[in-house]
């Protein structure tokens, strides 16, 4: 059986409010896909938290094709950007303009960063 950590924690995804030293932001974008994992229990996001699921994951499949969109997405992850930085107008731009597209079959590595990381002969 599951077992769900204590309310009384502070990093509870039940916890009525992120702790103080995360921002609210990011603490939204990692417990809202916590009900996401198998075995989770729990009620089910609220809509603008669903909304903001899929919002996220258009932006992960666009960040494959886009590295603008990626560097946003791993700056809110991060904590070194705040989370408005996810529907700056340019990165509202580039998750609609890649949708649709097909994703690279493999890492886009360059032949350089591929020597570097012992893939090829440099």
């Known amino acids: 059986m599951p077992r769900r950590a204590p309310r009384s924690s502070p990093w509870s995804p039940s916890s009525p409010t ?4 995360a921002p609210a932001g990011a603490w939204d974008l990692s417990t809202g896909e916590d009900i996401n ?3 989770a229990i729990g009620p089910r996001p609220p809509l603008p938290a669903r909304l903001l699921r899929g919002y996220v994951a258009r932006m992960m499949r666009a960040g494959l094709v886009d590295a603008s969109v990626m560097q946003a997405l791993m700056g809110v992850m991060t904590l070194s950007a705040p989370v408005n930085a996810l529907v700056s107008p340019g990165v509202l731009i580039a998750v609609a303009r890649s949708s ?8 886009t590595l360059t032949a350089e960063e591929r020597a570097r990381v012992g893939l090829t002969p440099g």
């Open 18 to 21: 992120p702790p103080s030293r």
């Open 37 to 39: 994992y198998p075995g």
């Open 100 to 107: 649709g597209r097909p994703v690279p079959p493999g890492p």
